[in-house]
């Protein structure tokens, strides 16, 4: 079905229903990053593919917004004879509204998939919001793929360092603190978290899609009953009770005159409505696991330790292979050699990707979530510049890390290697820093900005985001960006540092490291542990550019590669290791 085919029948149901508009966001009944195919309703309808977008569709005129992200993204993947597209932060869908000279316009949605905050943006005098009963999407994909229901298995505390029920009972003395009768969990990687639970229903994050209702005296669970086996209920006990996600409905409707507890950025709206006639007390309190999962405790660093010395050695192996035998594969070639090189390396450890890979050459790498298809993908050529952004899933932890690699044999161009120094000094002085207790990652951001901001250039995403333990690659609250935000940094933390760098239509530069805080020597101060370990590419790096404390930290951080990774390579990649760690 073409695309104006799609919008045509929307508009139908539009008119059917009696509504000047309808919004939809990429997001799922859980309300999760990545979702499972039956989702993928925005890419569907409007042929955009990125992980965050909202669209508003009106009778005579749609329009997607995106982050910065995703602004090249937009342009090349949206028709622009149906779809207007714009940076969600600078030209937002109120704002938008507001120019169709449209007064008190009736715009539906699906409460399953918006949550109280994601609404807030259209709270105005001239909107009205209007639920719909079913999602208007599904009522015309004829061929929607079925919803996911494979099994959940248990998570053994040799991985997870905490049983269940310590943390249930945690979790349970709280409620009772505070008066809770009940508190609704509708994030699966919470509730994986919680239960010592894994699953595999959407790709690249393994969690299964379920919610969860923690009481007092109880849990109860709620998925497909086929999701259920005999191991998994010895796993958890009989104090977690395992229903069907078709009786959450009633089980709402029954709780009446209670004090119930939700989080309003991570719940949907939907569950909010069904209360209105129950008589209930809604205590609007965060998501209490966010916090614990945030912080990994020893088990969980170490398996992150053991994960990432599999992943270095598999990346040393697909970055010796790229220089050797990548000229002339394409972007997809390349990324699946490099799974191939984690599936062999990590063995009975490494499940799937932490995410789709980013294989980007040349002009593509400037498109900073840039996925390669096979209608659309660039053949490797010398004197180019590639990134790659990729990450696996361990069962002892999650991966994420980008190189940028020029596919020459000698130095890249002067120009390009400025602007690949910058960033690296940028990543540096992040990676190096020491801080206070109670430092918030808004409060670190500029470090890795600084360099670039005194050539007047910068980069239009976060420079770090936390990792979950063999859970999501994006893990919040924590993280590091410029946007205000309230979570301070604490050891056990495991973040992203990735600043970068990109020209349009020429080529993009990212340098990207996972990192562990941990207590520094000095009282109340925190540092980082660098958790990947993988060079940095000599060919990209003007070195007298770099100050005498940054080639310090350099020699230091290959030789840790050269202590932990070496040893596992054959003798070529042994020798090549040995040259791009000692360019200094």
Known sequence: MKYSEKLTLLRLLLV???LDGYILQRRDEFLNEYVAPYAERLAWLT???????LAVILHHK????????YSLQMQQELDPKFWEHYHLFQHSPIQWLAEQNSNHIKLGYDPKIFSEKDLEIFKNNYVNLFPCKNNLIDKIWSDQPTYPAHPIVPHPIK????????????????????????YIFCDPASICWLLNIRGSDIPYTPIPLVYAILYQNKVILYAEPNQYSSELKKFLGYKIQLKSRHDLLKDLHHLINVKIGFDKSQTPIWFIQQF???NVTLYEHCNPILYLKTCKNNIEQNGAINAHIRDGIAMCRFLYWLEEHGINKNEI???HQLNQFRINTGKDFYQEESFPAISAVGKNGAIIHYQATQKKCAILKENQLYLIDSGGQYKDGTTDITRTVWLGKDYAPQSLQEKATLVLKGHIALAAALFPNGTT????DVLARYALWQQGLDYDHGTGHGVGSFLSVHEGPCRISSSPFSTALEEGMIL???PGYYLPNHYGIRLENLLLVRRSSFKNFLKFQPLTLVPFDWKIIKTDLLTKQEKSWLKTYHQLILDKIHPFLNQDEQNWLVKVCTFI
């Open 16 to 18: 059917q229903e009696h």
């Open 47 to 53: 042929g955009f593919t990125g992980s965050t977008g």
């Open 62 to 69: 749609a329009a997607v917004f995106s982050d910065g992200r």
């Open 159 to 182: 991985y997870s360092g905490l049983t269940h029920h310590k943390k249930i009972s945690k979790l349970q003395k709280e409620l009772k603190k505070n008066k809770i009768e009940a």
């Open 276 to 278: 209105a006639n129950n």
């Open 333 to 335: 070639e390349v990324a």
């Open 441 to 444: 990652g808004s409060r670190l």
């Open 496 to 498: 992203s540092n990735e």
